[in-house]
């Protein structure tokens, strides 16, 4: 057994061009199954990070490993097939397919990675079931609500079981009673044991969902804090 991160970054910097770097010697450990939100104004690094991390992008100089994965290391398709197979990613605007049902978004991770009809379909009812939209299944995308698109997009992104849920800014889109039911649905997941990495400019979602906060500034690490919702509650 390892005790290794789920997310290492060691003095990994980004640079595009001569300017100021878009990130600049980020060095970040996340363990498995925890939750940790990433907060910044526009421009302070969160998307160079989620790139790197995704395996969209390389630094320019350090490190990044995901799982024990060297993701800075891989060619484009390797990088593709450690997607598929470790990173599961939710948007704030979906990306639903609407051409699809709801059933056959949730099996498109499944047909990227070869897995059989029958137990991807198995597998995709499971999801759907366990996140409260299987009624929907046979529905498009545009008839849902955004909560309930966001669910759907949270199945398809945990079909292939993967080591690490992205959420890029996953509230951005909905009202507050929606904000609401995908946070709660982030914290069962993380409950489970799902590491989840958040990036997200709402303090008060980073507060009340992950155990950590970290806060970027100019493309470096200014804050990083243990949340109250990680402290044991009295009394429990």
């Known amino acids: 057994m390892t005790n290794a991160p789920m997310i290492d970054l060691r003095e990994a ?23 940790v939100a990433v907060l910044g104004h526009s421009g302070s690094g969160k998307s160079t990070l989620l790139n790197l991390i995704a395996g969209l992008d390389r ?22 097939k450690y997607r598929r197979a470790s990173i599961g990613m939710v948007f704030q605007f979906f990306h639903l397919l609407d051409d699809l049902t709801v ?33 929907h299944a046979k529905a498009h995308p545009q008839r849902l609500s955004g909560g309930e ?13 993967p080591a690490l849920l992205l959420a890029d ?40 969902l992950a155990h950590r906060t970290v806060e970027l500034v100019d493309g470096a690490i200014a804050r990083d804090v243990v949340n109250a919702r990680a402290l044991p509650a009295v009394g429990r």
């Open 13 to 35: 910097t980004k640079k595009y061009d001569d300017g100021p770097p878009a990130l600049a010697g980020v060095t970040l450990s996340v363990a498995a199954g925890d939750c």
């Open 59 to 80: 630094p320019s100089s350090g490190s990044v490993t995901v799982d024990g994965v060297r993701v800075d290391r891989l060619g484009e398709a390797g990088s593709a």
């Open 103 to 135: 059933l056959d978004n949730v099996l498109v991770p499944a047909q990227l990675a070869g897995t059989g009809r029958g137990e991807a379909r198995r597998r995709a009812w499971e999801l759907l079931e366990s996140l409260g939209v299987e009624r």
């Open 149 to 161: 698109r966001q669910r759907v997009a949270v199945a398809r992104a945990l079909m292939n079981r």
């Open 169 to 208: 800014e996953p509230t951005g889109a909905l009202d507050s009673s929606s904000v609401e039911d995908v946070r709660q649905l982030l914290l069962e997941l993380n409950a489970e044991g799902q590491t989840i990495l958040l990036v997200t400019h709402d303090v008060q979602l980073a507060a009340g």
